[in-house]
C-alpha cells in the first residue's frame, strides 16, 4: 500500500511537469500535430499512427495520412509519454484499491477470530489507515522481513458512546495475514501471540539489538496522535533490553529478553510507574 501510494505521487508529479498540448490535434484552430510529407509509410506510421486516449469512457485520437521518423514532433513524444504516464497511474491505483480492501478483509477476519483477548467484537475497523513514515516502514522491513506493521484506526465500543482508537497490526509479508495486534500506545494491550512472535529473529550484536527493539517502539507511538509521547532511553542487561516509552515521564516499557545467540525469546510491556509485567 505505501510503494503503491508513491509511486502514484510520483507519476503524479511527473505527469504535471509535462510542458506540452496533448489534445491540441483535437481542437480547429490548432495545427496538426503531424505535418504531411512525402516520406515513405513505414513501419513507424504503423506503429504510431494513433495517440489515443481513452478515460472513463472519452476518447479521442488521430491517424496521420503520412509519418516520417524526421517529423516525429516532441508533442507526439510527449502525448505517448502521458498517455503512458495515465495508463500506469491508473493501473496503480487500482491495484492500491484492490490491496486495501484485501487488508481491510483480513483486519475484519481477524478481529472475529481474537475473542476474549482485549481486542474483541467490541472493536470495530473504522475504515482507515494511519501512514507510517517511509523511512521507518524500511526500517522495519530491514528488522523484520517476514512481517508488515500497519496501524489502523478503530472503533472501540466498550462502553458507549464508541470512541476513536488505534491498533498496531503486523500481517505476514507474503499472506497478508494478520497474525497479531496491539491496542494504542495507552492501553499497550496486545493478543497473545505477540510476546512470542519475534521468536524468529536474531540480532547480531547489540547495536542491532537496539535498533530492532526502537523500530518497534517507534511504530508503538504513532498509534498515539500525542506529540509528547516519545522514545526514551534504552539499557541492555543480562541478554534483557528495556526500552522506555515516554509520556511527559516513563509510562511504559517495552522489554525483551534474548537467548544466549542474541535471538528474541519474548516481548512484552512493563508499567512505567511499578515496573510490573501488563498482563494480556
Given at each position: ?49 494513433r495517440c489515443l486516449l481513452k ?8 491517424a496521420p495520412r503520412h509519418l ?213
Amino acid at each position: 500500500i505505501v510503494a503503491s501510494q508513491k509511486t502514484s505521487y510520483n507519476i503524479r508529479r511527473s505527469f504535471n511537469a509535462l510542458d506540452c498540448q496533448t489534445a491540441s490535434w483535437m481542437r480547429p484552430d490548432k495545427k496538426p500535430v503531424f505535418h504531411p510529407t512525402n516520406g515513405r509509410e513505414g513501419e513507424t506510421a504503423t506503429l504510431l499512427s494513433r495517440c489515443l486516449l481513452k478515460f472513463g469512457g472519452i476518447s479521442g485520437g488521430f491517424a496521420p495520412r503520412h509519418l516520417n521518423r524526421s517529423t516525429f514532433s516532441c508533442e507526439m513524444k510527449h502525448c505517448v509519454i502521458k498517455t503512458f504516464l495515465l495508463t500506469l497511474f491508473f493501473s496503480l491505483t487500482t491495484v492500491f484499491a484492490n490491496a486495501q480492501e484485501n487488508v481491510e478483509a483480513k483486519i475484519v477476519e481477524y478481529l472475529k477470530d481474537v475473542k476474549n483477548q482485549n481486542i474483541s467484537s467490541e472493536h470495530s475497523f473504522a475504515g482507515k489507515f494511519i501512514a507510517i513514515p517511509q523511512q521507518l516502514q524500511e526500517r522495519l522491513e530491514k528488522h523484520f522481513p517476514k512481517h508488515r506493521f500497519l496501524i489502523a484506526e478503530m472503533y472501540s465500543c466498550g462502553h458507549p458512546p464508541c470512541k476513536p482508537d488505534s491498533f498496531l497490526f503486523i500481517t505476514d509479508a507474503q499472506s497478508g495475514k494478520v497474525v497479531t495486534a496491539m491496542r494504542s500506545f495507552y492501553s499497550s494491550f496486545t493478543t497473545k501471540s505477540f510476546p512470542s512472535l519475534f521468536n524468529i529473529y536474531q540480532a547480531t550484536d547489540e547495536t542491532d539489538a537496539e535498533e530492532k527493539l526502537r523500530a518497534i517502539g517507534e511504530a508503538i507511538i504513532f498509534t498515539s496522535s500525542n506529540n509528547s509521547v516519545a522514545i526514551g532511553n534504552f539499557q541492555m542487561k543480562k541478554r534483557t533490553a528495556k526500552l522506555e516509552l515516554t509520556w511527559g515521564e516513563v509510562f511504559r516499557v517495552l522489554r525483551a529478553k534474548f537467548d544466549k545467540n542474541l535471538r528474541f525469546k519474548s516481548i512484552d510491556f512493563l508499567d512505567g510507574r511499578s515496573g510490573k509485567k501488563l498482563s494480556l
